[in-house]
Nanobody
Framework: QVQLVESGGGLVQPGGSLKLSCVAS????????MGWYRQAPGKERELVAT???????NYADSVKGRFTISRDNAKNTVYLQMNSLKPEDTAVYFC?????????????WGQGTQVTVSS
């Protein structure tokens, strides 16, 4: 099992910045993909960004150029730096970890952290 704990959410004005953190613990394999997803009220959960243990990144078009995902493998931590925030970025942000144990895929989710962008 893997546990994910997010932090860093909050209320910010449009144009502001926030940095989310997610610490993973438990049975973590050396090769994995960590990422952030978000879910706004009445909408489906959507990809924000992912980063592999090798450092390859992937971003949703809506956040490219504004958000940066990074990770510290030694600390099993993934970060999401969010700049130039917009009201439409308001959502619960979930940390995600995916790995393959032998041939079995595993997916884990954090409990989520609220990000509200409002004046």
């Amino acid at each position: 099992q893997v546990q994910l704990v997010e932090s860093g959410g909050g209320l910010v004005q449009p144009g502001g910045s926030l940095k989310l953190s997610c610490v993973a613990s438990g049975s973590i394999l050396s090769r994995n993909v960590m990422g952030w997803y978000r879910q706004a009220p009445g909408k489906e959960r959507e990809l924000v960004a992912t980063i592999s243990s090798g450092g390859s990144t992937n971003y949703a078009d809506s956040v490219k150029g504004r958000f940066t995902i990074s990770r510290d493998n030694a600390k099993n931590t993934v970060y999401l730096q969010m700049n130039s925030l917009k009201p439409e970025d308001t959502a619960v942000y979930f940390c995600n970890l995916r790995q393959i144990r032998l041939t079995t895929p595993e997916t884990y989710w954090g409990q989520g952290t609220q990000v509200t962008v409002s004046s």
